[in-house]
């Protein structure tokens, strides 16, 4: 929603973050129907691969809205900020958890896909802890699941961000960039070096966005 004159705000409502997420979910499959997968004597079109390439941008959608939504949560919140990130985790976990409950013994039992090729009892713990956890990234039990490990990685670091870039915006945004590289080495394999920027432009936008609005207006 956008208001001129003397209430001068810009913000994303309720329909306008379901309408991204219902883009963000048509460019998922785009992206893994038709530029991930080619299924064995089925060829893509050039013009159709391309518009499977297109859909990669549903992962920057969804970073977007959910740094968005976290920060303008966590304003209108009257919880710590300690605690409102336990109950996002526990919102987190409790979805998750359903799902992995139900998927993982289809995949093991029904299409012998085992949890991992080691016979060795610690290695199969290890495995299962870090998917319970969901902490595995790319090498998931299934390679999809690696955006619930960056949303475990940004859920972790949003206290900091997110103070970071309400009392101290642009040195955060510069310190993050410039240390964009290094983190891709703690985010075990998750690409983390150019969405935690969507992330944190996202809570920007989300924090500042009335003085961001008047200054371009000015422009």
Known sequence: MVKLKNDISLALTLENTFLLKGIAICGMLCWHLFYCANPEGVEFSSFTR??????????????????????VSFEKS??????????????????????????LPVGIFVFNKPITSSTEILDIAKTLGREILAISGHQSYNPSWWFNTLIVQLYIL??????????????????????????????????????????????VFAIHRKWLFQYFVKM
């Open 50 to 71: 391309w518009i499977g390439m297109l859909g990669d941008v549903c992962v920057s959608l969804f970073l977007f809205v959910s740094g968005y939504g976290l920060a």
């Open 78 to 103: 009257d919880k710590s900020i300690g605690k409102f990130v336990i109950c996002r985790f526990v919102k987190f976990y409790t979805n998750y958890w359903f799902l992995l409950m139900l998927l």
């Open 158 to 203: 949003f206290p900091l961000l997110y103070f970071g870039v309400k009392y101290a915006c642009v040195p955060t945004v510069f310190v993050a960039f410039l240390l964009r590289g290094a983190l891709i080495k703690i985010s075990k394999g998750v690409y983390f070096n150019g969405y935690i920027m969507i992330f944190i432009l996202a809570m």
